[in-house]
């Protein structure tokens, strides 16, 4: 059982696995759990979760929205965004899961890492950390993406969780896209492209819905209802979003839990199906 492991079941802390320095640049950083009893994906029925949490997923209240959604929808694949882990992350029902966790930067006064974390009822096969070439203002760290790949039909589906760079010029949101846009493109077999995308004003949102349209991406809808619940500033075009390509999605199973309250950007959850 690994550190990381452990110290998700509550028996052991992560302390050894903390360095003493806020951020070290590094390509491929990836943090790994995974569970024994683990299946392949149902090519009929995909279950998708996208939630950005806002670093809340060490209070209680999170803890019950958190168990309540994977009890009551049961999600095969799950990104969280602003997921922070240090030796007191305890969750029972994550450490249910495989998941694969990357970091953008490492808070040395709380001794915390926050990043991505993918978690999902089947193993991957793959995963690699695209963290971004520049830096957000004051905090002074970067972005990372996390991509991951899985087993499904004769072919695989391949992940990407990205939370996308904020607070800086056009030139270096169109950067991350580049080099997202190039991960992508090797791909040939299904996409789930998900994550906090900072689509705050039409600009960013219009590199991006290029970006995937040259990709052969859809983006996953919802009704009007759910739709005004994603997180907006405002007038703005919506933050989070879900792509996808090479499945169906079932429009009966698409909602936005505007009841959970435990971080300001509201829980997407979508269904597809090869």
């Given at each position: 059982?690994?550190k990381?492991?452990?110290?998700?079941?509550?028996?052991?802390?992560l302390?050894?696995?903390?360095?003493?320095y806020r951020?070290?640049?590094?390509?491929?950083?990836?943090?790994?759990?995974?569970?024994?009893q683990t299946?392949?994906l149902?090519?009929k029925?995909?279950?998708?979760?996208?939630?950005?949490?806002a670093?809340?997923?060490?209070s209680?209240?999170?803890?019950?929205?958190f168990?309540?959604m994977l009890?009551?929808?049961?999600?095969d694949?799950?990104?969280?965004?602003?997921?922070?882990?240090?030796?007191?992350?305890k969750?029972?029902?994550?450490?249910?899961?495989?998941?694969?966790f990357?970091?953008?930067?490492i808070?040395?006064?709380?001794?915390?890492?926050?990043?991505?974390?993918?978690?999902?009822?089947s193993?991957?096969?793959?995963?690699?950390?695209?963290?971004?070439?520049?830096?957000?203002?004051?905090?002074?760290?970067p972005?990372?993406?996390?991509?991951t790949?899985?087993?499904?039909?004769?072919?695989?589906?391949?992940?990407?969780n990205?939370?996308l760079?904020?607070f800086?010029?056009?030139?270096k949101?169109?950067?991350?896209?580049?080099?997202?846009?190039?991960?992508?493109?090797?791909?040939?077999?299904?996409?789930?492209?998900s994550?906090?995308?900072?689509?705050?004003?039409?600009s960013?949102w219009?590199?991006?819905?290029?970006?995937t349209?040259?990709?052969?991406?859809s983006?996953a809808?919802?009704?009007?209802?759910d739709?005004?619940?994603?997180?907006?500033f405002l007038?703005?075009?919506?933050?989070?979003h879900?792509f996808?390509?090479?499945?169906?999605?079932?429009?009966?199973?698409?909602?936005?839990?505007?009841?959970?309250?435990?971080?300001?950007?509201?829980?997407?959850?979508?269904?597809f199906?090869?």
């Open positions: 059982m690994s990381l492991e452990t110290g998700f079941a509550g028996n052991s802390s302390r050894n696995l903390l360095p003493l951020f070290v640049r590094t390509d491929e950083t990836v943090f790994h759990h995974h569970h024994a299946a392949p149902n090519e029925a995909i279950r998708v979760l996208n939630w950005n949490i670093k809340n997923n060490d209680s209240t999170w803890q019950r929205d168990d309540w009890d009551r929808y049961c999600p694949l799950i990104f969280l965004q602003e997921f922070s882990l240090c030796a007191r992350t969750n029972f029902k994550l450490a249910e899961l495989s998941w694969s990357a970091p953008n930067f808070d040395q006064y709380h001794n915390v890492y926050a990043g991505v974390l993918s978690a999902s009822r193993t991957s096969i793959n995963h690699r950390a695209l963290v971004t070439e520049h830096f957000e203002p004051v905090s002074n760290t972005k990372v993406s996390l991509v790949e899985h087993p499904l039909g004769l072919g695989s589906l391949m992940t990407i990205s939370h760079i904020n800086v010029d056009l030139e949101f169109k950067a991350q896209l580049r080099e997202l846009e190039n991960a992508i493109a090797q791909h040939t077999g299904a996409i789930i492209f994550g906090d995308f900072n689509t705050w004003n039409r960013r219009q590199m991006l819905d290029k970006m349209r040259r990709l052969g991406l983006r809808e919802f009704p009007e209802t739709a005004q619940n994603i997180k907006r007038l703005s075009p919506p933050l989070d879900i996808y390509r090479g499945l169906r999605q079932n429009a009966l199973q698409a909602c936005v839990l505007d009841h959970i309250q435990s971080s300001d950007h509201k829980p997407m959850l979508v269904e199906h090869l």
